[in-house]
């Protein structure tokens, strides 16, 4: 089956400025990806190809087979879009924006009020449904735009930074959403500065860095690709911290690391077997455990590996829309 | 077929966002004052305070000012247009618009469409102000409602001047800057407030081929009982000219702007 999203060789320029340089990826019929990358890296100006909102210079890029260059209108007819700046009418009640939407993809009057109340249902609107948006929180702003991105019932749903100064709850409700719509089968693609928003909800990662692909994979194939796994053992008891160092650099064949405040030793663990045989050595010798585990690196460390900064939740949210 | 939206499809979007307009309209009242306070204004300063000095009294000379106050009152409602458009293009709710399967050009009808609910806002607001004031139409309904249609089709060929100043121009205080510089001289320099028999022949000369002095003939034509013709041939061949001219290209500009 060819896949809902496919990128190719991709080039936008603006200006003198490469804002992305042969991208290239691809996104299965009802996953989700993450592209993730810092301000400036160009996630935003895929998005903006990817909805028609620019035209790119080089390469091809495909939204449920279709040329977004050749056939725009079909692209659009397929793709919801949920920009980084609320892209709802201020002005207008929750229900008077989503009718509007409705009306323009061709909804009857009756039809569009229908499908508005219940997308402000689903979205727990219900209540501020005759506010004009602009008296919106900013997550009811943020759910109100999703609902708007819902109205024509896209099979490709586009998310530029959706949780991007977010209360947690909020995030976690919204992230909440998009697994109910990804379960009905819409594809998605988001973008985002947080490494556990793409953890939590991507099936695929593409990390972008200045305009290029500089990794993609699904987030665990990432974490190993940058650092080895890790065995972690934490004894129970303080005075046991020296034998079970023994017994764990005796199977690992390494000194563990140790922690000296919490009594945490880590050491790399090449074969996922050491879990079981350290469980059983650590048996023998009496030594109780507190903490026993496996541990990938995290997607902030695959992070800091590929792209040489860290990652950008704390970074200014700027838009990073022209320059790229 | 793939980038095409069918016409009748455009013109039913660009109905659905002129009522956009018109319900951010009735949200936001304030927005009206340039169709209802200004006009008012204008009355009531140049009726009481100029009126006797330039008509001999006030009641004759809101016989004329009532109906060519209208023509100014329209020309700066067209203002709208071009500064709505300026500060809706780099919105948010834009975007959607565009990557939605409708009309490109549907966002730009929508905005032209609901500015032709200002222009008749103001002359209802003028009809009713001056009947208070004591000004009677000469005429019938139905010549008021020529006078009206007029007004409302000059004012959509001329709106399509704001629309391109604000589709070229950078921010909304410099589309309503230029507009107003461009459109004050076509006001004052007309026969709306004054009679062109105490002007100096040049400016008598401009003020003979200005469209608003044109239009306000029309006008005053329908409203007060008098010849037409020569005033509405005049005031139309304005709105087609100015409409061949700027209607492409503001077009240009808001696909250059927009995509």
Known sequence: MSPMIRVENLVKRFGRTTALDRVGFAVEAGTVVGVLGPNGAGKTTMVRVLATLLRPDEGLVRVGGL??????????????????????????????????????????????????????????????????????????????????S?????????????????????????WQVVRELVAEGVTVLLTTQYLEEADRLADRVTVFDAGRVVADGTPDELK?????????????????????????????????????????????????????????KLDQAGLAVAELGLRLPSLDEVFLALTGKPAGPDLPAARDGSAG | MSGRVAPTEAVRHGLILAGRGVRKLRRNPEHLVDVTVQPLLFLVMFGFLFGGAIAGSPGAYLRDLVPGLMVPSVLMATLSAGVGLN??????????????PIARSAPL??????????????????????????????TGPVAVLAAAAIL??????????????????????????????????????????????????????????????????????????????????????????????????????YHRRVG
């Open chain 1, 67 to 148: 040329d977004v260059t050749r056939e725009p209108a079909r692209v659009r007819a397929l793709l919801g879009l949920t920009g980084q700046y609320a892209s709802v009418d201020g002005d207008l009640t929750g229900t008077e924006n989503l009718v509007l939407f409705g009306r323009l993809l061709g909804l009857s009057r009756p039809a569009a009020r229908d499908r508005a109340a219940d997308l402000l249902e689903r979205f727990e609107l219900g209540t501020a449904a005759a506010r004009p948006a602009s008296t919106y929180s900013g997550g009811m702003r943020r759910r109100l735009d999703l609902a708007a």
């Open chain 1, 150 to 174: 819902l109205v024509g019932a896209p099979r490709v749903l586009c998310l530029d930074e959706p949780t991007t100064g977010l209360d947690p709850h909020v995030r976690r409700e919204l």
């Open chain 1, 224 to 280: 190993r690709r940058v650092g080895g796994r890790t065995v972690q053992v934490r004894p129970a008891l303080s005075q046991d911290v020296d034998a079970t160092a023994r017994v764990l650099g005796r199977l690992t064949g390494a000194t563990p690391a140790r922690d000296h405040g919490t009594g945490l030793l880590t050491a790399p663990a090449a074969d996922p077997m050491v879990l079981s045989a350290l469980v059983r």
């Open chain 2, 87 to 100: 500060s809706d293009a780099g919105s948010g709710v834009f975007d959607r618009f565009r990557s939605m």
């Open chain 2, 109 to 138: 009808t929508g905005v032209v469409l609901a500015g032709a609910v200002r222009y008749v806002v103001a002359i209802a607001v003028l009809l009713a102000a001056g009947a208070a004031f004591g000004y009677r139409v000469g």
């Open chain 2, 152 to 253: 409302v089709v000059a004012g959509l060929c001329f709106c399509w001047i704001t629309v391109f100043l604000g589709m070229v121009l950078r921010d909304r205080d410099a589309v309503q800057g230029t507009a107003v510089a461009l459109f004050m001289p076509m006001v004052f320099a007309s026969n709306v407030f004054v009679p062109e028999a105490t002007m100096p022949g040049w400016l008598r000369a401009f003020s003979g081929v200005n469209p608003v002095s044109l239009l306000a003939g029309t006008v005053r034509g329908l409203l007060n009982g008098g010849a037409v013709a020569v005033p509405l041939a005049g005031a139309l061949a304005w709105s087609a000219g100015v409409l061949g001219v700027f209607f492409p290209l503001a077009i240009r500009a």
